[in-house]
């Protein structure tokens, strides 16, 4: 069968060749380079012998630097592989096929993608379970990034893709299903980035690409270019390949938020509530206030300073309403347009060095750097909705729909505040990975692989924030859309208003450092020269590092900026804004307040302005693992079988700061603990066209760093009762099993199912446990007098139990069950060159267990339906592709949010359409390609909401991106 695959490919390459005439012969030139690349990439992925000689032929048509090239070395690598895998290959060096790796990532089927709030893709989840149950992996090594989004906190294991350049990559790989060589650590699969190496493509090469991008928001452009050169000698024993990437990115957002703090309705006091209250009050966040302010927007309003606001009033004033509807009427928390705009400045470097001494040796190292600035200098106008103290909005002639939202409503006592937040943040990545190959014994069956690989990131971000309020005004509002339209008398966009620090005016010195590190290696030997028959025996050694560290030094800054910067001079540090209301002249406001002073020596605090916690871990991991690889013949075709088990066990230290007795320090708090991970993986060719594939695995993926930080604090005035972090949480654990087949139609075409069902444990939630003070990590001095007292008297120091809340185990499983199909097919057949691919992936999550309820109302952000589609067509040197992905809206939250019952986060469902079109000329130098892509082209939003469709949470309209360029090799 091998055989006649090989003579139908050399026939079409034949047909192709005598079609295409002169033109031709260039192009068989690179489709040799190409199958040369294709073999390359296999030898580097299964550490089969370099033969490049030997280049193993693909079905159909295969031209360099096609799409249709990229799809058919996927549909061939899915093909041979035992288990479930996914694979996207460069059409060339240089040349992804997608501009961002996440957005590639996201053309697989059961593959999420997280976008942040510029629509940039920012890392994905797999089959349901969150981003950080995705391994990700460099060339087989571990990668931690230091980065975080425009709008995450990225607090657990998190990877950022957009910080890596997708022209430095050659080949991404999604393992659906494991394998004992793999590493752990991903319970819901584990993605590898193979970057390019000379050997891809054989022979001296250059490529080019120059683009220039034009968001519409940002309405600037934003240049983008890269220059990889490969070489490898005649004799194929040493090949380089470097490359440089750089981008210049503008970026902004044009968006409305609820203010983070959801949906609110008023707190009535007791005399406003008559006969009915509505819902709790207590918990409600705005307080209207008990008497009528004295200050011109209320006098102007109509009323009389010093009213009272008690039942009655409310509803002479608000015709039409029970108590009951006022005091459950529902307005955002801070109303507020906001506006980002910013760089999204990135540099890298890639470099890789290959020999090849003898043949039956193979030396490597790979080395990747990428440095990325970024800037946003946010602005947001806030309605002051959210009072605590009893200064808050007035109601006036206020209408309700039948969920008690306020449609309609006038609000006088009314305030605005501009926060204005330029952020600043530098991150730098590099890593390293060494590796070689041997071969021994007469017929090479034996194979030794060694690899290393370390990395290392930083990020240090500083995030000021200066905040000044308007004076008291009566808004007009209305909600006919979610997001509400408020209008005043004021002009907010005049700095000589007569803004001011009264009332909550605040500035903020809030910088944030974060660190990882990974080291790596590992060793695993081959017994037997078939790759498909043979025994892997291995070792791997690993260690993770994270810090992250807040600084605060907002009182100091703000008593210094309070006295250089009266409210009589604010108006010179304030100007019109980009959106219609003000903004700060930061640089001259940091000039005259001494800022860089104040950053600089900010001390360390015990969270950043993002919430995320100070505090490190360090992880220290060990495995072994053993696996079979085997081919037979079953009633005339061919079974292959991969079985192993790997072992793996974990040291963990995790570190942050406590204050206990007024003394503050960082406490060390370790815990260890193994797992057995065994797998099996099975395909079939039951047809010659048909592959039928089974899989079952244990696989896992190490807890929360950020629930394990001590944060020990007592929440009484006794030390009866406290919160820590818990280090001794357990890893999620995952029982799998895969079955499904492809029937493969033709050149890149086939037809694939898969049914997958995952069990996961391990799962948290805030619980209840009892600890002694000893094991709490609190010695006996660092109680006060009243603590000390208490321990006495029950028991002493070594007796006394504490009540401690922390995460937890669940006692409860979580079943993920789903299916995903999958067609790609070429359409020669009604035009030449066209083709689609598309999938579908269904989801279905159940909770079951003790702890099952509480593990329900853990589980948000996962998409239940997903699908993406692509349509393309590549003739007469022009290539365009049409792209669509979309993602059911996933809810985010537990419901009674703010006490409200049917209050709950979710985003809404979302498709994006993205376009890539370019045209080659042939017969120029280095045949430049005409690049023309177009992100959103449809300029869709990213939306979510607070319980109902007439309640946004957060809008944001991240633009359309049309981005042109040239591309070349010589």
């Given at each position: 069968?091998?055989?006649?695959?090989?003579?139908?490919?050399v026939?079409?390459?034949?047909?192709?060749?005598?079609?295409?005439?002169?033109?031709?012969?260039?192009?068989?030139?690179?489709?040799?380079?190409?199958?040369?690349?294709?073999?390359?990439?296999?030898?580097?992925?299964d550490?089969?012998?370099?033969?490049?000689?030997?280049?193993?032929?693909?079905?159909?048509?295969?031209?360099?630097?096609?799409?249709?090239?990229?799809?058919?070395?996927?549909?061939?690598?899915?093909?041979?592989?035992?288990?479930?895998?996914?694979s996207i290959?460069?059409?060339?060096?240089g040349?992804?096929?997608?501009?961002?790796?996440?957005?590639?990532l996201a053309?697989?089927?059961?593959?999420?993608?997280?976008?942040?709030?510029?629509?940039?893709?920012?890392?994905?989840?797999?089959?349901?379970?969150?981003?950080?149950f995705?391994?990700?992996?460099?060339?087989?090594n571990?990668?931690?990034?230091?980065?975080i989004?425009?709008?995450?906190?990225?607090?657990?294991?998190?990877?950022d893709?957009?910080?890596?350049?997708?022209?430095?990559?050659?080949?991404?790989?999604?393992?659906?299903?494991?394998?004992?060589?793999?590493?752990?650590?991903?319970?819901?699969?584990?993605?590898?980035?193979?970057?390019?190496?000379?050997?891809?493509?054989?022979?001296?090469?250059?490529?080019?690409?120059?683009?220039?991008?034009?968001?519409?928001?940002?309405?600037?452009?934003?240049?983008?270019?890269?220059?990889?050169?490969?070489?490898?000698?005649?004799?194929?024993?040493?090949?380089?390949?470097?490359?440089?990437?750089?981008?210049?990115?503008?970026?902004?957002v044009?968006?409305?938020?609820?203010?983070?703090?959801?949906?609110?309705?008023?707190?009535?006091?007791?005399?406003?509530?008559?006969?009915?209250?509505?819902?709790?009050?207590?918990s409600?966040?705005?307080?209207?206030?008990?008497?009528?302010?004295?200050?011109?927007?209320?006098?102007?309003?109509?009323?009389?300073?010093?009213?009272?606001?008690?039942?009655?009033?409310?509803?002479?004033?608000?015709?039409?309403?029970?108590?009951?509807?006022?005091?459950n009427?529902?307005?955002?928390?801070?109303?507020?347009?906001?506006?980002?705009?910013?760089?999204?400045?990135?540099?890298?470097?890639?470099?890789?060095?290959?020999?090849?001494?003898?043949?039956?040796?193979?030396?490597?190292?790979?080395?990747?750097?990428?440095?990325?600035?970024?800037?946003?200098?946010?602005?947001?106008?806030?309605?002051?909705?959210?009072?605590?103290?009893?200064?808050g909005?007035?109601?006036?002639?206020?209408?309700?729909?039948?969920?008690?939202?306020?449609?309609?409503?006038?609000?006088?006592?009314?305030?605005?505040?501009?926060?204005a937040?330029?952020?600043?943040?530098?991150?730098?990545?590099?890593?390293?990975?060494?590796?070689?190959?041997?071969?021994?014994?007469?017929?090479?069956?034996?194979?030794?692989?060694?690899?290393?690989?370390?990395?290392?990131?930083?990020?240090?971000?500083?995030?000021?924030?200066?905040?000044?309020?308007?004076?008291?005004?009566?808004?007009?509002?209305?909600?006919?859309?979610?997001?509400?339209?408020?209008?005043?008398?004021?002009?907010?966009?005049?700095?000589?208003?007569?803004?001011?620090?009264?009332?909550?005016?605040?500035?903020?010195v809030?910088?944030?450092?974060?660190?990882?590190?990974?080291?790596?290696?590992?060793?695993?030997?081959?017994?037997?020269?078939?790759?498909?028959?043979?025994?892997?025996?291995?070792?791997?050694?690993?260690?993770?590092?994270?810090?992250?560290?807040?600084?605060?030094?907002?009182?100091?800054?703000?008593?210094?900026v309070?006295?250089?910067?009266?409210?009589?001079?604010?108006?010179?540090?304030?100007?019109?804004?980009?959106?219609?209301?003000?903004?700060?002249?930061?640089n001259?406001?940091?000039?005259?307040?001494?800022?860089?002073?104040?950053?600089?020596?900010?001390?360390?605090?015990?969270?950043?302005?993002?919430?995320?916690?100070?505090?490190?871990?360090?992880?220290?991991?060990?495995?072994?693992?053993?696996?079979?690889?085997?081919?037979?013949?079953?009633?005339?075709?061919?079974?292959?079988?991969?079985?192993?088990?790997?072992?793996?066990?974990?040291?963990?230290?995790?570190?942050?700061?406590?204050?206990?007795?007024?003394?503050?320090?960082w406490?060390?708090?370790?815990s260890?603990?193994?797992?057995?991970?065994?797998?099996?993986?099975?395909?079939?060719?039951?047809?010659?066209?048909?592959?039928?594939?089974?899989?079952?695995?244990?696989?896992?993926?190490?807890?929360?760093?950020?629930?394990?930080?001590?944060?020990?604090?007592?929440?009484g005035?006794?030390?009866?009762?406290?919160?820590?972090?818990?280090?001794?949480?357990?890893?999620?654990?995952?029982?799998?099993?895969?079955?499904?087949?492809?029937?493969?139609?033709?050149?890149e075409?086939?037809v694939?199912?898969?049914?997958?069902?995952?069990?996961?444990?391990?799962?948290?939630?805030?619980?209840?446990?009892?600890?002694?003070?000893?094991?709490?990590?609190?010695?006996?001095?660092?109680?006060?007098?009243?603590?000390?007292?208490?321990?006495?008297?029950?028991?002493?120091?070594?007796?006394?139990?504490?009540?401690?809340?922390?995460?937890?185990?669940?006692?409860?499983?979580?079943?993920v069950?789903?299916?995903?199909?999958?067609?790609v097919?070429p359409?020669?057949?009604?035009?030449?060159?066209?083709?689609?691919?598309?999938?579908y992936?269904?989801?279905?999550?159940?909770?079951?267990?003790?702890?099952?309820?509480a593990?329900?109302?853990?589980?948000?952000?996962?998409?239940?339906?997903?699908?993406?589609?692509?349509?393309?067509?590549?003739?007469?040197?022009?290539?365009?592709?049409?792209?669509?992905?979309?993602q059911?809206?996933?809810?985010?939250?537990?419901?009674?949010?703010?006490?409200?019952?049917?209050?709950?986060?979710?985003?809404?469902?979302?498709?994006?359409?993205?376009?890539?079109?370019?045209?080659?000329?042939a017969k120029?130098?280095?045949?430049?390609?005409?690049?023309?892509?177009?992100?959103?082209?449809?300029?869709?939003p990213?939306?979510?909401?607070?319980?109902?469709?007439?309640?946004?949470?957060?809008?944001?309209?991240?633009?359309r991106?049309?981005?042109?360029?040239?591309?070349?090799t010589?």
């Amino acid at each position: 069968m091998a055989q006649v695959r090989i003579a139908q490919t050399v026939l079409s390459h034949a047909l192709g060749l005598a079609l295409l005439g002169a033109v031709g012969v260039a192009q068989a030139q690179e489709a040799t380079q190409a199958q040369a690349a294709q073999q390359g990439q296999q030898d580097q992925q299964d550490g089969s012998k370099p033969k490049p000689e030997s280049a193993r032929q693909l079905e159909g048509v295969n031209v360099t630097g096609s799409y249709r090239s990229s799809i058919q070395f996927s549909t061939e690598a899915k093909r041979d592989a035992t288990g479930f895998t996914d694979s996207i290959f460069a059409e060339d060096i240089g040349k992804f096929p997608d501009t961002n790796i996440a957005e590639s990532l996201a053309r697989i089927p059961g593959v999420q993608l997280n976008r942040d709030v510029n629509g940039e893709g920012l890392n994905i989840a797999i089959r349901g379970l969150g981003s950080s149950f995705t391994k990700t992996t460099i060339n087989g090594n571990s990668v931690a990034t230091a980065s975080i989004g425009l709008d995450a906190t990225n607090q657990n294991r998190e990877v950022d893709l957009n910080l890596f350049p997708t022209e430095f990559f050659s080949q991404l790989t999604v393992y659906k299903s494991p394998k004992a060589s793999l590493p752990e650590g991903g319970a819901a699969g584990v993605v590898d980035m193979r970057n390019a190496h000379a050997f891809d493509n054989p022979g001296t090469h250059l490529t080019y690409s120059l683009q220039a991008a034009d968001n519409s928001i940002a309405k600037k452009v934003g240049p983008q270019g890269s220059v990889i050169g490969s070489w490898t000698n005649e004799s194929g024993t040493f090949g380089a390949l470097f490359g440089i990437s750089s981008v210049r990115d503008k970026m902004a957002v044009d968006s409305w938020e609820d203010g983070n703090g959801g949906w609110i309705d008023p707190g009535l006091t007791a005399a406003q509530c008559g006969t009915d209250c509505g819902r709790n009050p207590s918990s409600n966040r705005w307080r209207i206030p008990d008497t009528v302010s004295g200050n011109a927007a209320t006098i102007g309003a109509g009323l009389t300073p010093g009213q009272t606001i008690d039942a009655a009033w409310l509803q002479a004033h608000n015709p039409g309403l029970s108590t009951a509807q006022i005091g459950n009427a529902l307005v955002p928390y801070l109303p507020r347009p906001v506006k980002m705009t910013g760089d999204r400045d990135r540099d890298a470097l890639l470099g890789s060095l290959e020999w090849r001494p003898t043949s039956n040796a193979h030396f490597w190292v790979d080395y990747l750097y990428t440095k990325a600035k970024r800037s946003n200098e946010r602005i947001d106008m806030d309605l002051v909705a959210r009072n605590n103290d009893a200064n808050g909005m007035i109601p006036m002639n206020m209408q309700v729909d039948s969920n008690g939202v306020v449609t309609n409503a006038t609000f006088t006592n009314a305030q605005f505040f501009l926060e204005a937040r330029p952020y600043h943040e530098k991150v730098d990545y590099w890593q390293v990975d060494p590796g070689a190959t041997f071969w021994f014994g007469d017929s090479d069956e034996i194979k030794l692989d060694v690899q290393g690989g370390l990395s290392r990131s930083w990020m240090r971000r500083d995030s000021p924030t200066i905040l000044v309020t308007s004076p008291f005004t009566t808004v007009n509002y209305v909600n006919n859309n979610g997001m509400p339209v408020i209008t005043s008398d004021l002009d907010l966009n005049d700095p000589n208003l007569g803004w001011s620090w009264s009332n909550g005016g605040r500035v903020n010195v809030q910088n944030e450092h974060r660190l990882t590190r990974t080291a790596n290696l590992r060793a695993d030997l081959q017994l037997g020269g078939d790759d498909k028959n043979n025994v892997k025996v291995g070792v791997a050694w690993d260690k993770d590092y994270r810090r992250i560290q807040g600084f605060d030094n907002s009182a100091a800054w703000q008593d210094y900026v309070f006295s250089q910067i009266p409210d009589s001079a604010l108006s010179k540090y304030l100007v019109p804004g980009p959106a219609g209301f003000i903004s700060a002249d930061f640089n001259a406001f940091m000039a005259a307040t001494n800022y860089a002073y104040y950053r600089d020596s900010a001390p360390e605090g015990g969270s950043t302005n993002n919430t995320a916690q100070t505090g490190s871990f360090s992880e220290a991991n060990r495995a072994a693992y053993v696996e079979f690889n085997s081919a037979s013949d079953v009633w005339g075709r061919e079974l292959r079988i991969n079985a192993g088990v790997r072992y793996a066990a974990t040291n963990q230290w995790v570190s942050g700061p406590v204050t206990l007795g007024g003394i503050r320090q960082w406490q060390v708090l370790d815990s260890s603990y193994s797992e057995w991970l065994p797998s099996f993986s099975a395909a079939w060719s039951v047809a010659p066209d048909v592959v039928l594939r089974l899989s079952g695995s244990k696989t896992m993926t190490r807890p929360n760093p950020s629930a394990m930080l001590p944060a020990t604090t007592f929440t009484g005035v006794g030390a009866d009762a406290a919160r820590q972090g818990n280090p001794n949480l357990s890893p999620y654990t995952s029982t799998n099993f895969d079955i499904g087949g492809e029937w493969y139609t033709g050149e890149e075409g086939f037809v694939g199912l898969t049914f997958f069902n995952k069990r996961v444990e391990g799962y948290t939630f805030n619980g209840q446990t009892h600890m002694t003070l000893g094991q709490l990590g609190v010695p006996y001095d660092a109680l006060n007098d009243i603590q000390q007292s208490q321990v006495d008297a029950n028991g002493g120091y070594d007796k006394f139990l504490v009540d401690v809340s922390q995460q937890v185990n669940a006692d409860a499983a979580l079943n993920v069950r789903g299916w995903e199909v999958t067609w790609v097919q070429p359409l020669d057949f009604a035009l030449k060159g066209l083709g689609f691919l598309a999938n579908y992936t269904k989801l279905d999550l159940t909770t079951e267990g003790h702890d099952a309820s509480a593990l329900a109302g853990n589980i948000y952000g996962v998409s239940p339906k997903m699908w993406n589609t692509t349509l393309y067509w590549e003739n007469y040197g022009a290539s365009v592709r049409l792209s669509y992905n979309w993602q059911q809206g996933a809810k985010g939250s537990s419901t009674n949010q703010n006490s409200i019952p049917f209050a709950y986060y979710y985003g809404a469902d979302r498709g994006q359409l993205d376009l890539s079109a370019s045209y080659t000329l042939a017969k120029v130098p280095s045949k430049p390609q005409i690049t023309l892509n177009v992100s959103n082209l449809t300029n869709k939003p990213i939306t979510s909401y607070f319980g109902l469709n007439n309640m946004v949470d957060k809008y944001y309209e991240p633009g359309r991106t049309v981005t042109l360029g040239i591309r070349g090799t010589f």
